[in-house]
């Protein structure tokens, strides 16, 4: 059965995240809002403001699976992971995968507040002062705690696979190669400092990168181009001095 995801059309945002591991399992899937004849935008809000869906989801991205919705990104991998291999079968190992992710979505949330430190609801303009200051703190501080935590679990892995659970590929490394591959388009001069510090880490992106679906999918028309109107934006003044 194919699966419909539901994200908004223009940006990667969280639904990226699903988007990658979608790719890389080789799974059947229809982008609904990109997709005019799956009804594109107005199906994903037709979907939300269902009134007889006892489950609704909060927001985008949700999965939908014959009669199954899975809501957040962290929920939603959970789901793929089990079903595609994307995952440790032992339980413990399963959990300690879900576990980083939820950690990568603190992280997002973390990279997004530094555009937006006062309200979603307001433009960036409006918020441009706060984001400075909010910016030299993610930087400086932020940025290199969650890295360094995500390097360290690398290092001490202990089957020394490069992997972040186990020997295997797992949802959470993609999930990091999509937060280094943001990260260099958002703030490209503070992780030109900061990649000598996590060698393990660029080399996972690196690996990830290279495997045949992904590679594919990041030459296609699929892969929706970074903006500024998603979680990682280039503004060239949050990027520290030249």
């Known amino acids: 059965m194919t699966y419909e995801l539901y994200y908004w059309p223009e940006i990667q945002g969280r639904g990226e995240f699903v988007r ?92 997004h507040d530094v555009h937006h430190p006062v309200a979603s609801s307001l433009y960036y303009e409006d918020q441009k002062d ?8 993610f930087r400086k501080n932020r940025m290199s705690k969650y890295l360094g935590y995500f390097e360290t679990v690398l290092e001490r892995n202990p089957q020394g696979s490069g992997h972040l659970v186990g020997d295997r590929l797992t949802y959470a490394d993609l999930s990091l190669f999509q937060i280094v591959e943001g990260l260099r388009y958002a703030f490209p001069r503070a992780m030109a400092a900061m990649e000598p510090k996590i060698p393990l880490l660029i080399a996972l992106h690196g690996s990830v990168a290279q495997r045949p679906r992904i590679a594919a999918y990041l030459k296609s028309e699929r892969r929706i181009p970074f903006n500024e109107h998603g979680i990682f934006r280039h503004y060239p003044e949050l990027d520290g001095e030249a």
């Not at 957040?72 to 995968?97: C, K, S, V």
Request: charged content about 30%; glycine content about 6%; aromatic content about 8%.
């Open 20 to 111: 990658l591991a979608l790719e890389e399992a080789g799974a059947d899937y229809v982008d609904v809002a990109r997709d005019e004849a799956a009804g594109g935008m107005r199906a994903m809000m037709a979907l939300m403001n269902d009134p007889h869906n006892a489950r609704p989801s909060f927001a985008p991205p949700f999965l939908k699976d014959g009669d199954t919705i899975i809501g957040q990104t962290a929920e939603i991998l959970f789901f793929l992971g089990r079903r595609h291999d994307l995952a440790p079968r032992e339980e413990a190992d399963a959990m300690w995968t879900h576990q980083l992710q939820l950690t990568v979505t603190d992280f997002v949330l973390e990279i």
């Open 130 to 137: 706060e984001a400075r200051r909010r910016s030299a703190d």
